[in-house]
Protein backbone atom coordinates (compact mmCIF):
# COMPACT_ATOMS: atom_id res chain seq x y z
CA UNK A 1 0.00 0.00 0.00
CA UNK A 2 1.51 2.93 -0.94
CA UNK A 3 1.56 5.93 1.92
CA UNK A 4 2.34 9.72 1.11
CA UNK A 5 2.23 12.38 3.79
CA UNK A 6 2.60 15.72 2.81
CA UNK A 7 4.19 18.36 5.39
CA UNK A 8 5.20 21.88 4.87
CA UNK A 9 2.15 24.12 4.53
CA UNK A 10 1.55 27.76 5.98
CA UNK A 11 0.50 30.88 5.74
CA UNK A 12 3.09 32.98 3.48
CA UNK A 13 2.95 36.48 2.05
CA UNK A 14 2.21 37.43 -1.83
CA UNK A 15 5.35 37.04 -3.30
CA UNK A 16 7.11 34.84 -0.52
CA UNK A 17 8.21 30.84 -0.48
CA UNK A 18 7.16 28.10 0.78
CA UNK A 19 8.45 24.33 0.31
CA UNK A 20 6.15 21.47 0.45
CA UNK A 21 7.45 18.03 1.17
CA UNK A 22 6.11 14.57 0.60
CA UNK A 23 6.87 11.64 1.95
CA UNK A 24 6.87 8.32 0.43
CA UNK A 25 6.62 4.43 1.83
CA UNK A 26 9.47 4.18 -0.29
CA UNK A 27 8.04 4.69 -3.60
CA UNK A 28 11.17 6.28 -5.28
CA UNK A 29 13.22 3.26 -4.96
CA UNK A 30 10.66 0.57 -5.78
CA UNK A 31 11.25 -1.18 -9.12
CA UNK A 32 7.95 0.09 -10.48
CA UNK A 33 8.21 3.29 -11.62
CA UNK A 34 5.95 6.03 -10.36
CA UNK A 35 5.09 9.01 -10.99
CA UNK A 36 4.63 11.74 -8.18
CA UNK A 37 3.34 15.11 -7.73
CA UNK A 38 1.60 18.06 -7.06
CA UNK A 39 -2.15 18.56 -7.05
CA UNK A 40 -3.90 21.80 -5.48
CA UNK A 41 -7.54 22.70 -4.77
CA UNK A 42 -8.91 25.83 -4.18
CA UNK A 43 -12.41 26.31 -2.12
CA UNK A 44 -15.33 25.69 -4.86
CA UNK A 45 -13.19 25.24 -7.66
CA UNK A 46 -11.75 22.01 -9.08
CA UNK A 47 -8.64 20.24 -8.15
CA UNK A 48 -5.89 20.94 -11.03
CA UNK A 49 -2.94 19.57 -11.37
CA UNK A 50 0.41 21.83 -10.51
CA UNK A 51 3.54 19.24 -11.44
CA UNK A 52 4.91 16.06 -10.95
CA UNK A 53 8.26 13.91 -11.41
CA UNK A 54 9.06 10.49 -12.59
CA UNK A 55 10.61 7.98 -10.03
CA UNK A 56 12.39 6.38 -13.27
CA UNK A 57 14.42 8.96 -14.30
CA UNK A 58 13.49 12.12 -12.61
CA UNK A 59 11.88 14.06 -15.39
CA UNK A 60 9.99 16.90 -14.70
CA UNK A 61 6.37 18.65 -15.83
CA UNK A 62 4.86 21.86 -15.00
CA UNK A 63 1.79 23.10 -15.86
CA UNK A 64 1.90 26.64 -17.24
CA UNK A 65 0.36 28.51 -14.39
CA UNK A 66 3.74 27.84 -12.04
CA UNK A 67 6.34 27.35 -14.76
CA UNK A 68 9.41 29.05 -13.93
CA UNK A 69 8.18 29.59 -10.13
CA UNK A 70 8.11 26.49 -8.97
CA UNK A 71 10.66 23.63 -8.83
CA UNK A 72 10.06 19.76 -8.02
CA UNK A 73 12.58 17.57 -6.76
CA UNK A 74 13.43 14.22 -5.45
CA UNK A 75 15.26 12.52 -2.82
CA UNK A 76 15.99 8.96 -3.34
CA UNK A 77 17.41 8.51 -0.13
CA UNK A 78 14.48 9.87 2.02
CA UNK A 79 11.95 8.53 -0.44
CA UNK A 80 10.54 12.22 -0.52
CA UNK A 81 9.65 14.43 -3.15
CA UNK A 82 9.89 18.23 -2.49
CA UNK A 83 7.59 20.99 -3.73
CA UNK A 84 9.67 24.63 -3.81
CA UNK A 85 6.94 27.15 -4.41
CA UNK A 86 8.13 30.90 -5.08
CA UNK A 87 6.61 34.20 -6.00
CA UNK A 88 3.78 32.48 -4.28
CA UNK A 89 0.21 34.87 -5.83
CA UNK A 90 -2.41 35.62 -3.20
CA UNK A 91 -5.15 33.09 -2.74
CA UNK A 92 -7.44 31.54 -0.31
CA UNK A 93 -6.58 28.59 1.30
CA UNK A 94 -5.62 26.15 -0.95
CA UNK A 95 -5.23 22.22 -0.26
CA UNK A 96 -2.15 21.23 -1.85
CA UNK A 97 -2.14 17.07 -2.18
CA UNK A 98 0.62 15.14 -3.04
CA UNK A 99 -0.11 12.01 -5.34
CA UNK A 100 1.26 9.19 -6.82
CA UNK A 101 0.54 6.23 -9.38
CA UNK A 102 2.47 3.98 -11.68
CA UNK A 103 3.61 5.87 -14.35
CA UNK A 104 2.66 4.96 -18.07
CA UNK A 105 5.68 5.07 -19.98
CA UNK A 106 3.91 4.96 -22.97
CA UNK A 107 2.55 8.26 -22.29
CA UNK A 108 4.29 11.73 -22.02
CA UNK A 109 4.61 13.33 -18.37
CA UNK A 110 1.73 15.24 -17.38
CA UNK A 111 0.17 15.85 -14.02
CA UNK A 112 -2.74 13.95 -16.18
CA UNK A 113 -1.14 10.62 -15.83
CA UNK A 114 -1.83 11.08 -12.00
CA UNK A 115 -5.31 10.12 -12.55
CA UNK A 116 -7.23 7.85 -10.06
CA UNK A 117 -3.82 7.94 -7.57
CA UNK A 118 -2.69 7.28 -4.14
CA UNK A 119 -3.40 10.31 -2.43
CA UNK A 120 -1.56 11.94 0.70
CA UNK A 121 -4.33 14.02 3.07
CA UNK A 122 -2.87 17.58 1.82
CA UNK A 123 -1.46 20.58 3.57
CA UNK A 124 -3.09 23.55 3.84
CA UNK A 125 -1.30 26.70 2.15
CA UNK A 126 -2.37 30.40 2.29
CA UNK A 127 -1.32 33.27 0.62
CA UNK A 128 -2.46 36.48 2.26
CA UNK A 129 -0.80 39.63 3.51
Known amino acids: QVQLVESGGGLVQPGGSLRLSCATS??????????IGWLRQAPGQEREGVSC????????YYEDSVNGRFTIARDNAKNTVYLQMKNLKPNATTVHSC????????????????????WGKGTLVTVSS
Open 53 to 60: ISSRDGNE
Open 26 to 35: GILTDPDFYV
Open 99 to 118: AARWQDTGHAMSTTQLNKPF
